[in-house]
């Protein structure tokens, strides 16, 4: 999600989130306020009519992690980085091999330049710097950038173009020479600083690796992830993988359907943001929504777990939660309903909105946005056409590795 420049949100729950399981869980209900209309992605209209994916395996949580990852080649010699998945922001940025702040990593994980900096003539620069606001002074001026976050963590670099070693699901290895940001200044909120190396930007901006192959050629302009409740999955470009049935796909606004029946929350304007560990709604229809999830527990054992102050909701049993499993059947489902796309639904069970925890954390606020995040887009397959500006999802199991033989069949 942009926040201008180039901002994005990746993680703001991530870095918050890290809280370790212990002995007596509290049942937490974790919606936090938020609501602001989200924009709308200009698709960059590549010419491209050939397609072949490639894909990756992630690794991640949304709980105790509170994000998912994935770790990429870059270089000759490739070097691996792992970097946090974000559908909510365009740069792919590495933690960089320069006089260095906020960078985690020991050196021999960050990555060093090479003479390759990207020009700030380079219209991929121009994402950073319009020529009109921010000319080039010299013709070998290099391309700085800055990323800044919804949590309000930020990136601030310069950016560098290097070799991608890439394997495609028809077989042909491949290394496109790629523009990503080396990062040599980063801020994050929250207790914990990430273990990743950096961000993987999965929006549509032209700066994106996935805009860049499309660019190119090598894939199409879609990009899509199925992240495993039980941890890992899987994320790819291009789309080949999308089953041609099956396949639902949207544009927001969205309505709120409670236990099967509609609800007075009407024309949300959802981003979809695997950069955020949970789903957030706008603070009225947040109200809305708690407001008929307690109804709905009236008569129904759960108390409310007032030691847990931090959270604006929580709720215990007669015994301590252990999974999120243990304390469904006393929650109702809801679903997210796109009224332009005839009715279709994103189901949020209670395994997409509630998580176990322990302890105190502090309430992030989000401003107005709603957000749909990780916990709900969890065990089906996420396709963010951007070719034709519409998100969908389909069923998919994401504890296995797509075999590209038989994904090619069913794609085409
Ligand atoms: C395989 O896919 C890549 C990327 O789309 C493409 O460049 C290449 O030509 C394809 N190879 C064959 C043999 O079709």
Request: hydrophobic letters at 35%.
């Amino acid at each position: 999600m942009a926040l201008g420049g180039d901002g994005g949100r990746r993680h703001t729950t991530a870095l918050i989130v890290r809280v370790i399981l212990g002995l007596s869980a509290s049942f937490l209900f974790c919606f936090s306020a938020a609501n602001q209309p989200c924009t709308n992605r200009k698709s960059s209209s590549p010419l491209v009519h050939l397609a072949s994916s490639a894909v990756f395996p992630l690794q991640g949580n949304v709980y105790p992690l509170g994000y998912y990852s994935v770790s990429l080649n870059i270089g000759r010699p490739a070097k691996i980085f792992e970097l946090d998945i974000d559908s909510g922001s365009d740069l792919t940025w590495v933690q960089c091999d320069a006089p260095c702040r906020g960078c985690t990593k020991p050196r021999e994980h960050l990555y060093r330049p090479n003479n390759n900096l990207l020009q700030c003539e380079d219209p991929l620069c121009t994402t950073f710097h319009s020529p009109a606001s921010h000319p080039c002074e010299t013709t070998d001026d290099q391309c700085d950038y800055e990323v800044k976050y919804a949590d309000h963590g930020s990136s601030l670099g310069v950016l560098v173009k290097d070799y991608f070693p890439l394997k495609f699901t028809n077989g042909s290895l491949l290394s496109p020479h790629l523009a990503f940001g080396c990062g040599y200044d980063q801020k994050y909120f929250g207790p914990v600083t990430p273990a990743t190396a950096g961000v993987i930007g999965l929006g549509n901006r032209k700066v994106s690796i996935l805009s860049q192959l499309s660019h190119l050629g090598l894939a199409r302009n879609v990009v899509g992830h199925s992240l495993s409740g039980q941890g890992g999955g899987f994320l790819f470009f291009g789309d080949d993988l999308v089953p041609s049935l099956g396949s639902i796909f949207v544009h927001p606004p969205a309505e709120l359907v409670f236990d099967g029946k509609a609800t007075s929350v009407k024309g949300l304007n959802m981003i979809f943001d695997s950069g955020s560990s949970y789903t957030y709604f706008n603070s009225q229809a947040y109200q809305a929504i708690v407001t008929l999830v307690r109804n709905d527990l009236k008569g129904k054992p759960l108390k409310d777990a007032t030691e847990d102050q931090s959270l604006p909701i929580c709720w215990k049993g007669r015994k301590p939660f252990k999974f999120v499993p243990d304390a469904k059947n006393y929650f109702k489902p809801s679903a997210l309903s796109f009224t332009n796309a005839k009715n279709v639904q994103l189901q949020l069970s209670p395994e997409a909105y509630l998580i176990v925890t322990v302890k105190t954390w502090p309430e992030v606020g989000l401003g107005n946005l709603n957000i749909i995040g990780d916990i709900t887009l969890q065990d089906k397959m996420l396709i963010y056409d951007n070719e034709n500006q519409r998100i969908g999802w389909a069923p998919a199991n994401c504890n296995t590795l797509p075999n590209s033989r038989t994904v090619a069949i069913i794609a085409r």
